[in-house]
């Protein structure tokens, strides 16, 4: 009876103790390391905002107002995100903290990307020193911002 008595109090108190660890590591989520990539389709300020996943819908850019790359005031600094799961996402118009070595820019997700950030060339060479086509691909450290920091709402 005892050892049932026992048993019973340990599981009890296993969801209190088990569920610590998940929090943290909760928080710690929201800084990712990710890769970029550069698509410089995002760099033609005249392409049209219905070529991206956020492009109509509740969520999409088109029903903020915008109709271009160019008109949205994060531009060059826009790109796809794979925060954004596809048409309509919830996620649309996030703002994105991209940082490698010591430089830091701010991303706004217009569209999906399959993982990391694809950015135009402009915003790649921003974030790389001049050195976007030479690398192609970088590692960052990405962390969502407030939509403010990209200028919108």
């Not at 108190?13 to 890769?35: E, G």
Request: glycine share 10%; proline share 3%; with cysteine.
């Amino acid at each position: 009876m005892r050892f049932s008595a026992v048993l019973a109090s340990l599981l009890c108190a296993a969801p209190a103790v088990l569920s610590a660890p998940t929090a943290a590591l909760s928080a710690r989520s929201a800084v990712q390391t990710l890769q970029v990539t550069y698509d410089q389709t995002y760099d033609v300020a005249s392409n049209s905002l219905v070529i991206v996943a956020c492009s109509n819908g509740v969520n999409g850019l088109l029903a903020k107002g915008f109709t271009t790359f160019g008109s949205l005031p994060d531009f060059p600094f826009i790109g796809g995100a794979q925060a954004v799961e596809g048409w309509n996402s919830p996620n649309c118009g996030t703002c994105w903290q991209l940082q490698y070595g010591n430089t830091t820019i701010n991303v706004l997700a217009i569209d999906h990307a399959g993982s990391g950030f694809n950015i135009g060339l402009d915003a790649m060479n921003k974030l790389t020193n001049n050195q976007g086509v030479d690398l192609g691909v970088v590692e960052v450290v990405s962390v969502r911002t407030a939509e403010s920091v990209c200028g919108l709402y």
